[in-house]
């Protein structure tokens, strides 16, 4: 599988993965708490976060990590550069009101 191919399987096992977190994450992002990063791992927009919000962003994280392991592995690429291809893309499809990491400031934008 081209890294095209392997990065839309990734999206589907991202979404599966994190089914049961679901709901919550969107309450996350919708109420600002946390946001997509340009590395392609969320990101805790508040400070100081409650701890069910850090330990969703650290589940997420770590299942992607996995996923993008996975990836990197089987196209032999870095890690790296699976994690910013996913989080352009995710930023990409970040749907407004919600946080993003600013490609020029690296602050927290709103779309």
């Known amino acids: 599988m081209n890294i095209r191919t392997q990065f839309l399987a990734l999206c589907t096992a991202l979404?599966?993965?994190?089914a049961a977190w679901a709901l919550e994450l969107d309450d996350a992002k919708n109420q600002g708490l946390?946001?997509?990063q340009l590395n392609g791992y969320l990101g805790v927009v508040v400070s100081p976060a409650p701890a069910d919000v850090r330990?969703?962003?650290?589940?997420i994280n770590a299942?992607?990590?996995q996923a993008y392991q996975r990836i990197a592995s089987d196209n032999?690429?870095?890690?790296?550069?699976?994690?910013?291809?996913?989080g352009k893309k995710a930023i990409e499809?970040?749907?407004?009101?919600?946080y993003v990491q600013?490609?020029?400031s690296?602050?927290?934008?709103r779309r």
């Open 15 to 18: 979404l599966v993965s994190v």
């Open 93 to 98: 499809k970040t749907p407004r009101g919600q």
């Open 34 to 36: 946390v946001g997509e």
């Open 63 to 65: 299942k992607r990590r």
């Open 102 to 104: 600013d490609p020029a």
């Open 76 to 86: 032999g690429i870095a890690l790296d550069q699976v994690a910013a291809l996913a």
């Open 55 to 59: 330990a969703l962003v650290r589940d």
């Open 106 to 109: 690296g602050h927290w934008l």
